[in-house]
């Protein structure tokens, strides 16, 4: 691969709200920004225009304190912007919580992103008379306008393409990544949105428009919405929306048709969003399969994702880019993709690979997955293998994000909004994804039989009814649950296609239970881990029926001798546990190659369940975001 440097692209995990209509701001804000909440923040903040100048109402933690504070002081006007900000320079507090304001109170700005240069920024505009009042980034771009628009003394209507124009030569100093919008008093009927290296969507409405950072912030309003593409910008009115591109020349831009309401991303009865996703599994699994498996070798995989089986079989190999949960399904994906399509397959965390000079011969394919489909370390990752001159197929369940418009291919997996912090459906999703993946590569590379990848298909096509099964499991779960829901540490084991499980499901009890938990493969216990096991360590081990299962017994037997407290995973009949383990949870049998998918229910019940119990906010962990978009 060539030598070309990685580039910087550091996005929000940040929620971003704006609205221009009829109807009274405020509650379109606040109720947007509770969509939103999943991406994490630390405060949250409001600028309505009202009579002729910008109002501001700030406060520090959850959105339930600023809603409070416009109890007490209400502002009402029309058009208005709204953020959830999640503290990178400056800590959380309410002086560095957006919208920020130029010196005369008149420009208001909110922002994802980072301004990588604003320190000379800052430096130049105090010298220039600016006083500023956050350590943020964010608030050299208000004062940026205000430099722009000084003098001004046009039209009302004038003013509108002022501020325009003010926003797009700002921007032309600004170095980093912006989702941004602007409110100026003078301009009192629009909103100037811009967008390079972070999300931000434009919703359509009647005689009314939105702008938001991800979709579910708009569903209660509008399916129709616009992605804005990097050095976009819009202008919204209530009555119409305007796009420009960077030098401000007019854009046509056709908005598309979202097919999931804003029902689809309430709770429906659970107490977490998290348990009602996991239970959604089923569902996401049909819909990840559905119209994508046969015929088989009939350009199916062409069809649904745009990559034909030519590709396939002329591979060199593949090169598999994500982090966190998204990196453990892409080691299933290695399994899956060396034994089933004969094809080298290496698996990297993308904030690595975009740091390093690796080395891909051509034709190498690389799949970046990532649940979001924002995530920013993947996403700089995909543009460096496209600028090596690699083609790039996404796998995420986003529609619409900027991962999948990158990219030269696009898996959808259909999951439906996943709001929980810890991913669960989406990762069963990714999962099936590389399953559907992998059997159309065998089939194009002659590595499988046809009477192979039909068993396989049969397979894949009874999971929901199997994951239905695993689901049932969900009492027995919680009294192991209340048996260990107060140990320190976790130790999770696994062999082949079930080591990434063993990591998946040690990340999901120390995402959202702050429990101490670690994956390793069962034969490197002897290797280190079993120093660690004593009468109060748990050790989940993940013993289903595999080729490697009489080896893995004998890596629970290490760990049963020098006490753990052992909580095992076993095929339905499996008798050689029996007596051996503290609990016992028995999955219906499945081919191996599906068994991640099967056996990842357990461990993600068990990890909501200690969660649950030491009262821990299970949506929203600490120190945690939906889409890890800053790097």
């Not at 109002?55 to 007490?72: D, E, F, P, T």
């Not at 994906?333 to 891909?360: C, D, I, M, N």
């Not at 909501?608 to 119990?613: E, Q």
Request: hydrophobic share 40%.
């Amino acid at each position: 691969m060539g030598t070309a440097a990685p580039r910087a692209y550091n996005p929000p995990m940040c929620g971003i709200v704006g609205y221009a209509g009829p109807r009274q701001a405020v509650p379109i804000l606040l109720d947007g920004l509770k969509r939103l909440e999943y991406r994490g923040y630390d405060s949250a903040g409001v600028a309505v225009f009202s009579n002729g100048s910008i109002g501001v109402s700030r406060s520090v933690g959850k959105l339930a304190n600023l809603g409070a504070l416009l109890n007490r002081a209400p502002l009402e006007g029309f058009i208005g912007l709204g953020h959830t900000r999640w503290a990178t320079h400056g800590g959380p507090s309410e002086v560095n919580a957006h919208p920020h304001l130029d010196c005369e109170g008149s420009v208001a700005v909110i922002h994802n992103g980072i301004i990588e240069n604003y320190l000379p920024l800052k430096h130049a505009l105090a010298e220039a008379g600016h006083d500023f009042t956050s350590a943020t980034d964010t608030e050299v771009l208000p004062h940026l306008i205000e430099e722009e628009l000084r003098g001004f003394t046009g039209s009302e209507a004038a003013a509108e393409r002022a501020l325009s124009d003010a926003v797009r030569a700002i921007l032309k100093k600004v170095r980093g990544a912006y989702a941004l919008a602007a409110l100026w008093s003078r301009a009192p009927g629009v909103i100037v949105a811009a967008k390079k290296d972070s999300p931000l969507v434009v919703g359509l409405g009647e005689a009314e428009n939105f702008i938001a950072s991800d979709v579910p912030a708009l569903l209660k309003h509008t399916r129709k919405v616009v992605y804005l593409e990097d050095g976009e910008f819009a202008v919204l009115r209530g009555d119409r929306c305007e796009f420009l591109d960077a030098e401000g020349l007019p854009l046509a831009k056709l908005p598309a048709d979202i097919n999931w309401d804003s029902a689809a991303a309430e709770k429906d009865g659970h107490r977490h969003f998290m348990i009602k996703e996991i239970h959604e599994q089923p569902r996401s699994v049909r819909n990840t399969l559905r119209g994508r498996l046969l015929p088989l070798g009939d350009g199916v995989l062409k069809r649904e994702t745009g990559l034909a089986a030519e590709s396939l079989r002329s591979a060199a190999g593949v090169h598999i880019l994500a982090c966190g949960t998204s990196w453990h399904a892409g080691i299933v994906g290695k399994y899956l993709l060396e034994r089933h399509a004969g094809l080298a397959t290496q698996v990297e965390t993308a904030s690595e690979f975009r740091y390093r000079r690796p080395v891909l011969p051509p034709g190498t394919l690389v799949v970046a997955i990532s649940q979001s489909g924002e995530t920013a370390d993947t996403l700089a990752a995909v543009r460096l293998a496209q600028d090596a001159g690699l083609e790039v197929l996404s796998i995420g369940n986003t529609v619409g994000a900027a991962i999948p418009r990158q990219a030269d291919y696009s898996f959808h997996t259909c999951c439906g909004p996943e709001c929980g912090v810890a991913s669960t459906k989406a990762f069963i999703g990714q999962l099936t994804a590389l399953n559907v993946l992998t059997l159309h590569a065998g089939v194009a590379r002659a590595s499988i039989s046809e009477a192979e990848a039909l068993s396989w298909t049969e397979g894949l096509q009874s999971l929901p009814e199997l994951i239905e099964e695993s689901l049932r499991l969900e009492p027995q779960v919680r009294v192991i649950a209340e048996a260990h829901h107060k140990a320190e540490h976790f130790l999770y084991i696994g062999r082949g296609v079930n080591y990434p499980t063993a990591l998946e499901g040690a990340l999901k009890l120390k995402e959202i239970s702050y429990i101490h938990a670690e994956g390793f493969p069962a034969g490197e216990m002897k290797h280190g881990p079993l120093a660690l096991i004593d009468p109060s360590m748990p050790v989940v081990a993940i013993a289903t029926e595999s080729e490697t299962l009489e080896k893995t017994l004998s890596n629970i037997e290490e760990a049963r001798s020098r006490g753990a407290r052992l909580i095992a995973l076993c095929t339905r009949g499996e008798k050689r546990l029996s007596g051996r383990a503290e609990h016992l949870l028995e999955l219906p049998p499945v081919d191996e190659r599906l068994s991640p998918i099967l056996n990842i229910v357990p461990l993600q019940l068990l990890a909501y369940h200690i969660a649950d119990l030491r009262g821990c906010d299970i949506d929203q962990p600490r120190n945690l975001a939906k889409s890890v978009t800053v790097e």
